[in-house]
């Protein structure tokens, strides 16, 4: 099925559309590089002190992370298969909600994060509720790894995957920074790059890709994309038998109005 390059995102069944995907989700999407994190928390108070809503968690990726660094984090996330699928942590409680109604209360928060889940949410509603959420003094962090297409495996993954997924419109439109940088909500927004490299064997480069939601499972597109990612792994593998997914990880951080 062919969908308009400009449909929102946010239109296309957000709630459920990973549902079917979650053993490939857990299994093979990649964290975040240390230093994202480190920015993300630089200037806050010490991680201990701080409660954290990390919105969109999905399988808690995100939420561990922070959690190791002693964050107390309410994972909000709307899909049961995702939230049922989480590794648990100590400092993660997950909770069912959307990024437009996280049922949290106002201003109980020290810092929003969002890890590759903006792009979902509808934007306007998104980010007056992670205002009245955050205290006056905290501060929201979005955050994106993007496929370095400098690299030449990452480049030609980004190929495949998106002829497989018949150029389905959030291949092109992962990084949805517009609706921060226009908002009323909040303000000094600014962006950091890291790099990061995912390490995958040919199960997990497989697996990378058939955890994106927008990816047939079965069907002609489904072999080819299983038949050319088996070449892309033999071109490209060292002699531990692995390849690395490039990423240029974007963490933008805003700090919320002032009424």
Known sequence: MTTNPETPLHTLNPLTRFSDRVDDYVKYRPSYPAAAIDKILEGLAPPSQLVAADIGAGTGISSRLLAERGVS??????????????????????????????????????????FQAFHWFNPEPTLSEFRRILKPSGRLAVVWNNRDKEDALTAEYNRLVRAASNHHPAESRMKTVEPLLGTKHFVNVREYTFVYRHELDLTGLIGRATSASYVPRAGEAYEQLISSLQELYQRFCDERAFVYMVYRTSVHLAEPIKN
């Open 73 to 114: 984090v309410i994972a909000i996330e709307p899909n049961t298969a995702m939230r049922e699928a989480a590794e648990p942590h100590p400092l993660v409680e997950f909770r069912d909600g959307t990024a437009e109604v996280t049922n949290l209360s106002d201003a109980s928060v020290d810092l929003v994060t969002c």
